[in-house]
């Protein structure tokens, strides 16, 4: 399997709703998703296979899971919560460190020992500080220095280009080629579901799938617009960029509609007038969307 579609795999594995059977969850490869319990909820987590998606895609697509935790803290932008998803026991232990400082506590306080007080206070203190110190960047990356140290790197050979288009265009041609995978993942998902909703050859089955090819024929000629651009443009200039970031756009706009139809259709699996009547409204914008960007 190739990159771009063990990519695109994995993306549609963390993006589809997961199924339930025998009252047990499972990922659209029949993995088995385990059951996460916390005081204010209960949640299922898809967790991220090592190795196929880049640290934003994982922030992306699986912002839940104990990967993407430890991204966060790796990058400072995690909170106690993150620390305490990828260290499951730290609160049962920090629970019955601090039992046992409250019984110590308890005599000297009555004894009037301030000394000791103090030294109970300190220990206290450490825990905490020990915790903050785990949630910024700096802190969390010493922890995993000597685990990384132990990593043999295998030596990567560079990338090669292609000698076509202008190297400051280029960040836009990685941008394009991630949403053509997202794109794609998006749309088999919403073509299973509308398969699941709308048995054909029923019309709403027929209007549906037209309006979502149709969506695909406009996102693939944006994208073929801006590759054009990408590969062709003589010179970056402000307008070469203008049209690139509107064609981008476009592209964006689509995936969120296909998304948006997505949730709805998922909704509408429970079947009620009301989101019944949100679907039609949510193909009425799909269609108007794909006739505006044609016109473009």
């Given amino acids: 399997m190739s990159n771009e579609s063990s990519k695109a795999h994995e993306i549609k594995r963390l993006t589809t709703p997961i199924a339930f059977k025998n009252s047990k969850a499972y990922d659209i490869d029949g993995t088995r998703v385990n ?8 949640k299922y987590v898809v967790e991220p296979k090592a190795g196929i998606l880049t640290d934003d895609e994982v922030l992306q697509y699986a912002p839940d899971s104990s990967y993407a935790s430890k991204i966060k803290l790796q990058r400072g932008i995690g909170g106690i919560s993150d620390l305490l998803f990828i260290n499951n026991s730290l609160m049962g232990i920090l629970g019955v460190y601090y039992i046992t400082l409250i019984c110590i506590l308890v005599p000297f306080y009555y004894w009037g020992n301030k000394a000791v007080m103090f030294i109970i206070l300190i220990l206290s203190i450490l825990p905490l500080a020990y915790l903050y110190r785990l949630t910024t960047s700096k802190g969390y990356a010493k922890t995993q220095t000597k685990k990384q140290e132990r990593v043999v790197s295998k030596p990567v050979s560079a990338p090669i280009h292609e000698n076509s288009g202008l190297e400051s265009l280029k960040k836009y041609e990685k941008e394009v080629n991630d949403l053509k995978v997202l794109f794609d993942v998006k749309e088999e998902v919403v073509k299973d579901l509308i398969e699941k909703s709308f048995a054909p050859p029923q019309l709403t089955y027929d209007r549906f799938m037209n309006v979502v090819g149709n969506s695909r024929k406009m996102f693939y000629a944006q994208r073929d617009s801006a590759l054009n651009i990408i590969n062709l443009a003589a010179e970056d200039t402000p307008r070469i960029e203008g049209e690139l970031e509107s064609k981008i756009g476009n592209m964006k706009a689509i995936i969120d509609q296909i998304e948006d139809l997505t949730n709805e259709l998922v909704i509408n699996l429970n079947s009620n007038e ?23």
């Fill in 35 to 42: 059951c996460i319990e916390s005081l204010s909820e209960i």
């Fill in 274 to 296: 009301e989101s019944s009547d949100d679907v039609k409204n949510l193909l009425e914008e799909m269609e108007n969307l794909t006739s505006s960007v044609k016109e473009y």
